[in-house]
DNA sequence: GGCCACACCGTAAACGTTTACAGGGCGGGG
DNA sequence: CCCCGCCCTGTAAACGTTTACGGTGTGGCC
């Protein structure tokens, strides 16, 4: 693991001078015999370019940096997924933050664009501080934000519509003759759960149901929470006859205990869940579930990311993905429960 | 976004020469007044030092790569998800590459060692071919492998043991009285599907039972493939009474199969899955898998390269992290099955 | 044969740091 | 009072590239 060649072994061992070698190795107009003679002695030596330095002198780093809140969330990872592929087809690395959705490490993250080791940032917080909307004014690289920013934020921002996502949902069970629908939600001091609890009271109201607070359960993200709040709720409204969870993990958490109850599922009791995860096609009954379009937002987010690392200066872009219902065995009625 | 300030910035307007500044921001011994008018400075102008220029002095980037197959497999997630926070916390920062599995881009992977954009590299092929040897041999940073390579290879290794895990799986099936205990592997031109296969004859030997060809089947490593492996198996072998499943995702079709089938699981057939991810807990009934401890193997992984990014020479080690078996419902008899 | 144009090439500066080296100022000791 | 030594600081080189600029050589044309 000596000193690997730069271009002045390279220069030595070709007789020409560095900025020949570095014509070359640029494909800059050079003479046949040149460019062979440096060629030969790249070859030799296993020469390869040295980023750093490149970097250095061009002020690009051909890479970017995804900051996401939590490295094990499958809506996270959808969305890397996709941007993975699009950052790499326009030549640029991917460098992975996870902020385990800590403010403080998201200022981090912000302020080390000064550093300029990436060209752009890809950042989706969980809530959106004062910290963060200066952080972001002053920022010394592009950045696209994955969530809702206030209006006005000078900011490249993909949103999801988790709103129209609850409406798609309430919707559908209401069409399958539910009238009991209860809401299983995670906290209300979050973006997530404040969105989903107001979609879900005004959907109610949209279908002129009543918004019955006995219906609500809070609890939080997780699957054993998720359980937890649904018994809560079994107890205090035997004739729910649906539920709404407001992700995939609380409708799991849903289906253990209703089975655990003995209602069945969907027939008694119908169970829908967000975000469209792994774990939906997984589970039994498969899980009906919103998609909130993760794959789809990572994959604008890149592009715009791209798009503004190419194209300069132009106006920020709000995209929305519009959410998407994917109807499974938990509330599809024909296909019938487990035995 | 004009250009920052840098530290000639900062010395002009601190009235001092860059080496003093850069003494300070390095806290080396400065006389107090000077560390003030430093700090002041650079405090005023919002200064953040370059990565890039800092990297291309000291020859160090502060960057690792991890090179997995697939962003999508939750296997490669738990590695990368113990890996993220141990490097972290040394100060480095993750470059994620996903390589799909093709040959060409994990060689790519290596090759690119060489722009020296990394300090090291953690990479996880799917399968060792000549070419990984001599790129590896070549490498021009420390190299990490997760998963076997052959005896000799000078380079840190980290391996799970699926033959012990396939051992441990038959035992465990075999205390519950499966004496038909079915295989669907992956395909055997892959390193996992190989070992497993053999594990699996060599287990049943040493429990006296006989192979019995019939027994095996061969899809591929998902779970659409892995149902019809399976279907296949029941109308040859309609008396199987448990299954062996080369991962949780066979193990979801076998599931599914066993479900539209009307066999009871565990109580007519058992079923094992392999990788213990996430699915394996949320399936229904829950999975008995093995775990071949993937957050374990990130763990040493990362850990194995900061300790040859700090302490630099030693021999290559080779880690082997024991498997476990992590019982769920699609085994416990006595927990029942669905209703 | 001389001059011009052009193609090619080499020298050197620049990107933003870190650091070896040497110089300046000050205090203390002889 | 002089000299030595030490502490602090500044100058400059280096890391490995890219690139502006000027110089050299060749060929063509008059």
Redesign the interface.
Known sequence: ?AD?PTINTIAERAGVSIASVSRVLNGLPTRQDTVRKVMAAADEL????????R??KSRR?H?VAFAMAD??N?AY?AM??EI??VL?AAGY??????TDAVVADEIDVL??L????VDGLIMSPLRVTEAHLEMLA?A??PVVIIGSVPEGTRVDNVRADSRTGVKLAIDHLHELGRRRIGMINGPLDTVPGAARGAAYREALGDLGLPYDEDLVQIGDFYRAEGARAVGELLARVPDVDALMCANDLIA?GA?DVL?AAGRRVPDDVAVVGMDDT??AA???PSLTSVSLGSAERGKAAAELLLDRLQGGDREPRVVTVPPRLVIRASTRQEEGS??
Chains 1, 2 share one sequence.
């Open positions: 693991m690997g296993g020469y390869v370019r040295n980023a750093v330095a970097s250095l780093t890479q490295v094990g499958p990872l890397l997924r993975q592929p790499k690395r991917l460098v992975l933050h996870s302020h080390s000064g550093e300029r080791y002053a010394r690289a799991l289906l089975r792994d774990l997984a589970s039994w487990p035995a």
